[in-house]
């Protein structure tokens, strides 16, 4: 079984920055990624990484947003900067076993972190 936990979410002043953490338990974890889902929206892809650390973003985060993992690829880093003032969104960790993230997420999701961005 595999757990996700999203930690470091909260409330950011627009241009800030913000790191959120995934911290996966279970074994055999090879693909990780971020999604978020604002209020009356639809989950959408943030950052995706693959075991073999080729990393997929989003065109609305690309130059603004950094995926990372440790060894023994157990954490993954959702680095944002810049951040632009839109409504609050939860960010979800996701991952698989897979080699690279299934489209629409893996089979494996955390409960998600509350990311505001104040004016």
């Known amino acids: 079984q595999v757990h996700l936990v999203e930690s470091g979410g909260g409330l950011v002043q627009a241009g800030g920055s913000l790191r959120l953490s995934c911290a996966a338990s279970?074994?055999?974890?090879?693909?990780m990624g971020w999604y978020r889902q604002a209020p009356g929206k639809q989950r959408e892809l943030v950052a995706t990484?693959?075991?073999?650390?080729?990393?997929n973003y989003a065109a609305s985060v690309k130059g603004r947003f950094t995926i990372s993992r440790d060894n023994p690829l157990t954490t993954s880093y959702l680095q944002m900067k810049s951040l632009k003032p839109e409504a609050p969104a939860v960010y979800y960790c996701?991952?698989?076993?897979?080699?690279?993230?299934?489209?629409?997420?893996?089979?494996?999701w955390g409960k998600g972190t509350l990311v505001t961005v104040s004016t």
């Open positions: 990484i693959s075991i073999g650390g080729s990393t």
């Open positions: 996701t991952a698989d076993r897979s080699w690279v993230l299934p489209p629409g997420g893996g089979n494996y």
């Open positions: 279970g074994s055999s974890i090879r693909a």
